[in-house]
């Protein structure tokens, strides 16, 4: 599955308000609109490649300091 693959399941299937991550944080409603936020916005067709890593990136990296902050 590449990433365009990814992306599109990944927009079918957005995560939800009560997503236990794995430290055992619960998510917010406002934390899983602005992971889908950046998942949305790597999805764009016309973004360079450059971008979408970035935006996937950052992603991670918000993921990561919700789940450990």
Known sequence: ?????????????PLRAGYVTYTGHIMTEAECASYNLYTAEAARPWI??????????Q????FVLISEG
């Open 59 to 62: 992603r991670h990296r918000y």
């Open 1 to 13: 599955m590449n990433t365009h693959e990814r992306l599109a399941e990944a927009l079918k299937n």
């Open 48 to 57: 360079s490649e450059q971008a979408r890593e970035f935006l996937l990136d």
